[in-house]
């Protein structure tokens, strides 16, 4: 029989500090993304290496400078690849293992469960951009600076935004077809979505796909703002998949 | 069931002073449905603070349902529910409350003590999650992933995560479904623990033993209805006629030959295939009268008892089913 020392449990209940809370929830979601191999293949991996055969093969025609070109569009892809895919994925999964609920069931806030993700999110895909841009520099990319705050804010813009889409696919439906359908989505936006290279069919401009790569290429290769439309193209996609998602994602 | 509460002058003429009057848990007339299914159909039930409730039913009964409703994850459709004196669900109650969810939950690649750490950050002064790690005996998982733990394993780390907050009532979901009977035993003395330094458990089972060995009262649900309270000893209280004789033998054995050999007033019947009881005043002369008919039909009488009837027996009587279906 095991014992216990009297009053080792007596009830001292209490909310943690909410910095500390967001602080651990946000480590905890990024600490698990960067040690999944399958994450990191997806997040890191395959735009690195596209990133390399974009900017040194002409098999796709893109404007030059190329290099530029590649990286802001790989920047998007990396974003798609992280927000999108990777977060339906592991919501997908999360929510079949229960963890929704095991956390609902704490003194964790609601909202502070969402924002932990979305910073997780956010520092995955800082590291992301960091290391496709040293490789992106490495490869002759040179860096208009008066672009920065633009690309700032684009990519947080777009990691909202697939990131709400993301959760809109992941929080409803069945792990494994989430599995599947996050990645085919993926292929698709990356070959046809306007993320490779611009395909000039008009609704594709529509697509929250097209509008980040377009709006990165503005900002990555001028340095100047990116258009209305495209960000006006990400804001309602965000918004309406925001919108949607908290009335469909379920706990498990 | 009689119960002195403190909150009903009218029964006791005055009222009691108590430094936690209210019940931990106070549910009246709580429905449910599913579509057209009613998962809890008018229940009621009360638990005073700093005692074990157990709810004890089949599955299916409205058990988990009902927890989970105290919880605050599900509506209730009528009725009400009040936790610790509020409204389930309310905000403010969830740092109070400690939860363990049936089946457990985490992320699927993290590791036990990384999933408790981030349970005890949601805390003002949680216990120490190393400690805790270690009394659960999961010290030997340390490194492995949430979806490689066993089912047990999960249960157990679930169950640090619903101690972790130092909660004043503790809700656990069938907390040894899927454990070893050692892990059984340490959750067996935990909730012991928790109940010696004031905290409220209510928990949900389908093992009558739990119940028994557990739980200060016991409420009996079946089909999301109360069928019986009260403490183990009221629900199992003998009358003095009231015992049993049990044994078993070959299935199919004519009842009403060995009834006929009996004195008036005892029932013979076969409980499941090969278990037969006999109820009534058991003495000596029905013990010797039962074992020589089973020698005449040429049958040895096997695991032969005479015993108060079990919570299991009190559930059989009032639903005409067995506890574990």
Known sequence: MTTFAPGTFKPSPGRGSLPRMLFVHARTEAM????????????????????????LMSVIPMPEPRVGSATARIFALAIISSAFTGQAIALGFDRRYGVLKRLSASALPRWLLVAGRVCGALVVVALQIAMLAVTALVLGWRFPLSGL?????????????????????????RADVVLALANIIWFVLLMVGGVALSVPVGFVHLLPSAALAQALETSVVHGTAPGVGPVAVLVAWGVVAGALATRTTKLT | MTQLRADRPDRLGCVLVSPNPQPAVEVSGLVKRYGSKTAVDGLDLVQQPGT??????????????????????????????????????????????GVMPQGGGGYPGIRAEEMLNLVAACAKNPLDPKWLIDVLGLGGAVRTPYKRLSGGQQQRLSLACALIGRPELVFLDEPTAGMDPQARRLVWDLVAALKDDGVSVLLTTHLMDEAES????????????????????????????????RFRARPGLDTTLLSAALPEGLKVREVTRGAYVVEGLIDPQVVSTVTSWCAQQGVLAEELTVAKRSLEDVFLELTGRELRS
Not at chain 1, 153 to 168: D, H, P, Q, S
């Open chain 1, 32 to 55: 698990l993304t960067l040690r999944n191999g399958e994450q990191i293949l997806l997040t890191v991996l395959i735009p690195l290496a596209l990133l390399v055969a974009l900017a």
């Open chain 1, 149 to 173: 705050p633009w690309v700032v804010l684009l990519i947080v813009l777009g990691t909202l935004t697939f990131g709400a889409l993301g959760v809109l696919l992941g929080g409803s439906l």
């Open chain 2, 52 to 97: 074990v409730l157990a709810l004890l039913g089949p599955n299916g009964a409205g058990k988990t349902t009902t927890v989970e409703i105290c919880e605050g994850f599900r509506k209730a459709d009528d009725g009400s529910v009040r936790v610790l004196g509020l409204p389930a669900g309310t905000e403010e109650l969830r740092p109070r409350i």
């Open chain 2, 214 to 245: 557990l739980a200060d009262d016991v409420v009996i649900i079946d089909e999301g209805r109360v069928v019986a309270q009260g403490s183990p000893a009221e629900l199992t209280a003998n009358r003095p006629d009231d015992q049993q004789l």
